[in-house]
């Protein structure tokens, strides 16, 4: 069966430090892998996508990108975090490369404080 | 206007009751319907997937779709304190990779 791993569950960083989160699925090959951020009372938005090693869309112009140096293996990052970027940030998967019809999996997300 | 609505409840009913929860949308090319449950700290669980009009059934949850009033529900039966939950809704258009979400629905179930 598919799993999806994130790590860190929690982490606190000051402005202006930099971030990498990162998402790993096993259990499938060739998936399509999802950045979301989730603020509280509010719906989950799509910050990047990707269907392949290397294809990353973005979604909302901002302060992160997001790599897939790995088949399995997706990361959002930012040079300097600001206060607007705190909020649950969560990986997805589907599959598989080129049928975006497959239904979402998300991982357990990873809760970021700015200070 | 949003693209999906949903209630944010809180909704709080006794074990066993019928838990009813919907949303409505406004972009009638949306033909994907979902429904997620999410766990406070935890990522949102896929319960339902569906694809335009109709029923599905899945133990002791019901999706509906009607695509002609852009309104979908989830019903769960007996409902149980475990199904203590936010419930989101989510729905897509055909090939397209993005998600529109509901802000989600906060439910309790009283044991």
């Known amino acids: 069966s598919q799993t999806i791993h994130q790590w860190p569950a929690t982490l606190v960083q000051p402005v202006g430090s930099p971030l990498s989160l990162e998402c790993t699925v096993e259990?499938?090959?060739?998936?399509?892998l999802y950045w979301y951020r989730q603020a509280a009372g509010r719906g989950l938005q799509l910050l990047f996508y990707?269907?392949?090693?290397?294809?990353i869309s973005s979604e909302v112009p901002q302060n992160l990108s997001a790599s897939r140096p790995q088949d399995r293996q997706f990361i959002l990052s930012s040079k300097k975090l600001l206060l607007s970027d705190s909020g649950f940030y969560l990986c997805?998967?589907?599959?598989?490369?080129?049928?975006?019809?497959?239904?979402?999996?998300f991982g357990d997300g990873t809760r970021l404080s700015i200070l | 206007q949003k693209e999906v609505e949903q209630d944010p409840g809180p909704l709080s009913v006794p074990e066993g009751a019928i838990v009813s929860l919907n949303c409505t949308y406004s972009?009638?090319?949306?033909?994907?319907f979902m429904w997620y449950r999410q766990y406070s700290r935890k990522g949102p669980e896929l319960l339902m997937y569906t694809y335009s009009s109709g029923n599905k059934e899945d133990g002791r949850f019901t999706a509906q779709v009607d695509k002609s009033s852009k309104y979908i529900s989830l019903f769960i039966r007996d409902s149980q304190p475990s199904d203590s939950a936010t419930y989101l809704c989510?729905?897509?258009?055909?090939?397209?990779?993005?998600?529109?979400f509901g802000a989600g629905t906060t439910v309790t179930v009283r044991a």
């Open positions: 990707s269907v392949g090693i290397g294809q």
């Open positions: 259990g499938t090959s060739n998936p399509n």
């Open positions: 972009n009638s090319a949306f033909q994907y």
């Open positions: 997805a998967w589907s599959g598989e490369t080129g049928y975006p019809n497959q239904p979402q999996h």
């Open positions: 989510a729905m897509r258009r055909p090939n397209d990779y993005k998600l529109s």
